[in-house]
């Protein structure tokens, strides 16, 4: 009877197999083969893809997201951490600022190897979202150094499975160094009521005042056809408090902004029940909607500024 003997051995710095086979009969040896197996990728590999991956139970938020900022801006980064996902963009015309924060706790399941920068298409990714159902699950990867991202969706009321791959982009935005600012005067009140102000105020003019006093909020705005005021009191004795006007001010303030952009921040009423309004003089508007159990959009916007006439 002939014997088989087999040895192997883990060596060397790129973490390779060695595999020693020998056939004998008696005391000579009839066959010796030595086989090597590299290692390095595949089921054996020691250096695991780095990679970014978040799954969203109901992708109906991120459509939200993406049509509350689509038409302010073409394209932008998503910058990428352990903490989460940010974007930061100035609009199209470099008039107002957008900045979205996604929590990663927020997620159902987040991993983020290494942090990650990917450029977007925003148009072409609210196309993709549109393929799928506002209940179905969404899952976003992307493997380091890729120049592709894919969103998945996963289908809950039949076996159905989408997947859609878009190319990055390289794009040259920087964070802008946002300041910590204590506001003359915060607003908060329904989303839905202020936008529906904004529309009607949009009618009658081009530009927005919002003055905010002791007494209340007044937005008010002229035109050619005539002019419009709309005054709200501060009502927080509601119980529910997504019903509610409360103002914290700290002294008057008075700005004009523009109706343009005003109705563009307004397309994310559908995030959340509540808007606020952050105002200061000389310091733009924040106009804040939180995203619930996943972070929050704010929208930044200057004061219109009436040069004197001499």
């Keep these: 009877m002939g014997k088989l003997t087999v040895c192997c051995q883990l060596f060397g710095a790129e973490n390779s197999l060695y595999f020693s086979f020998r056939f004998s009969t008696g005391h000579s040896p009839l066959l010796s083969c030595r086989v090597y197996f590299n290692i390095l990728s595949g089921i054996f590999s020691t250096n695991k893809l780095k990679m970014f991956e978040a799954r969203l139970v109901q992708s109906a938020t991120f459509k939200k997201v993406l049509d509350a900022i689509k038409d302010l801006l073409n394209e932008a980064s998503f910058d990428c951490s352990e903490s989460g996902i940010q974007l930061q963009a100035m609009d199209n015309s470099h008039v107002s600022l957008v900045s979205l924060t996604l929590k990663s706790d927020g997620f159902d399941k987040y991993r983020c190897d290494r942090n990650l920068t990917m450029g977007m298409n925003l148009g072409s990714m609210s196309k993709i979202f549109k393929c799928s159902s506002n209940d179905d699950t969404v899952t976003i990867k992307a493997q380091d150094d890729a120049d592709t991202v894919t969103f998945m969706f996963e289908a809950k009321k039949q076996d159905k499975i989408s997947d859609y791959e878009m190319k990055l982009m390289n794009l040259d935005q920087e964070h802008l160094g946002i300041p910590e600012t ?128 001499n």
Excluded: W
């Design 182 to 309: 204590d506001f003359s005067c915060v607003i908060r009140m329904p989303a839905a009521e202020f936008a529906r102000i904004v529309k009607d105020l949009s009618q009658f003019g081009e530009s927005i005042v919002i003055s905010c006093t002791k007494e209340g909020v007044r937005f008010s705005t002229s035109g050619d056809i005539g002019s419009a005021n709309i005054k709200i009191a501060q009502t927080s004795n509601f119980e529910k408090e997504e019903e509610s006007v409360s103002i914290e001010m700290q002294e008057p303030v008075t700005l004009t902004f523009a109706c343009q952009y005003l109705n563009s921040f307004t397309k994310a009423t559908p995030l959340t029940n509540v808007v606020q309004l952050s105002m200061s003089d000389n310091v733009p508007l924040v106009v804040e909607y939180q995203i619930p159990d996943l972070g929050h959009l704010r929208y930044y916007l200057a004061p219109k500024i009436e040069e004197d006439e």
